[in-house]
């Protein structure tokens, strides 16, 4: 199992606000839904609460994080922690294929940003105002692969980490 981040970040590592994205790009939506069309996403209970219509998106299984246990909501499989959350998805890899994504938010992010093989950075470079934010990359330990510019419609790149240290599930 590879465990990847995918993530959309501003200059100032801002994420989101208000529990929304702070803006709307397309091509990196279509970059989002390529990319994890028929894996496993993992992502915290407000991140799951934040899909468009608080629903799960189609063709892609769901597994969310909550301190909850009695959480439960109709096409997504719920777990009390990140741990049980990497369990679940090895039973899942052989259906949804080899790579896991954690897609959020700032505190999923945070907790797993050690445990991630690899990071999907759309970086938007502008300082936008925000209330959830995505962790320094410390570039000791992650090595950027691919930068792919984009300029439409504001300056932004799709960048690759791979992470130097080695984690195996
Ligand atoms: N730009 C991007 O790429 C991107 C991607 C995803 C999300 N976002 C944005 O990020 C924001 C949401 O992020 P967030 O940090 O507020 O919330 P989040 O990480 O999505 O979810 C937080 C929730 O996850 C659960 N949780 C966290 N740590 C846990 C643990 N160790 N064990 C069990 N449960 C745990 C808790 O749920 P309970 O409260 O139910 O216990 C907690 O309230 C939104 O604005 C969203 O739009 C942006």
Redesign the pocket.
């Known amino acids: 199992m590879i465990l990847s981040h995918?993530?959309?970040?501003s200059e100032n590592n801002v994420?989101?606000?208000?529990?929304?994205?702070p803006w709307h790009i397309p091509e990196d939506l279509k970059f989002f839904k390529d990319k994890t069309n028929n894996h496993i996403m993992i992502?915290?209970?407000?991140?799951?609460e934040?899909l468009p219509g608080g629903k799960p998106l189609p063709n892609r299984l769901h597994i969310v994080?909550?301190?909850?246990p009695g959480?439960s909501k109709p096409g997504a499989i719920t777990v009390?922690?990140?741990n049980q959350a990497l369990e679940e998805s090895k039973k899942h890899t052989s259906k949804y294929g080899d790579e896991v994504f954690i897609?959020?938010?700032?505190?999923?992010?945070k907790?797993s940003l050690d445990l991630v093989n690899k990071i999907y950075l759309?970086r938007i470079y502008k300082n936008i105002d925000?209330?959830?934010f995505?962790p320094e990359l410390n570039e000791d330990s992650f090595k950027q692969t691919e930068k792919i510019d984009k300029t439409d419609p504001l300056e932004y790149s799709f960048l690759t980490y791979l992470n130097l240290g080695t984690h195996q599930y």
Do not use: C, H, P, W
């Not at 995918?6 to 970040?9: E, L």
């Not at 994420?15 to 994205?21: D, R, V, W, Y």
């Not at 992502?43 to 799951?48: E, P, S, Y």
């Not at 994080?65 to 909850?68: A, K, M, S, V």
């Open positions: 995918i993530v959309a970040a994420i989101g606000i208000n529990n929304t994205l992502m915290g209970r407000k991140t799951f934040s994080i909550t301190r909850n959480y009390t922690s990140l897609i959020g938010g700032g505190e999923i992010f907790q759309t925000g209330d959830t995505y």
